[in-house]
């Protein structure tokens, strides 16, 4: 909000997330939730939007701390199960759905781990290198 780059809307307004549940706001930090058997759920729409030139997310999650890189971004994240540190292949092919249907809109889509944009974070944990590459 402070940024004076990207969305001339939001540039000095207090901080908010234009997600209403109820009657208050939420500040929700995922589109997906990809839980062990697969199921999905859509915390928020993954729609795409055109901004001039480019294409947005039509609700921005609040995940990776970077108003820009938000606005640039469909986050997913994984339920994972007691002592699990990588996700099921249920999930995986989930995440591979939804990468594919990304990928349809823009085809340069990018997978990328959350610690890519925060050092201060593990997730979704140092094992995602060992199984980076079942994500298409």
Known sequence: YQSNKRDPSVKGLKPH???VMGTRESFLPF??????????????QPTLMRIGGDLAPYQVAWSLG???TDCESLSMAFVLDGRQRMPTMEQ??????????ARALVPDVTVAPHYQFDPHTNCPGWEFEKWREKLH
């Open 17 to 19: 997330s234009g997600h």
């Open 66 to 68: 970077n108003w820009e």
């Open 92 to 101: 995986i092919k989930t995440a591979n759905v939804l990468i594919e249907k």
């Open 31 to 44: 589109h997906w939730i990809i839980y062990p058997n697969g199921s999905v759920y859509c915390g928020l």
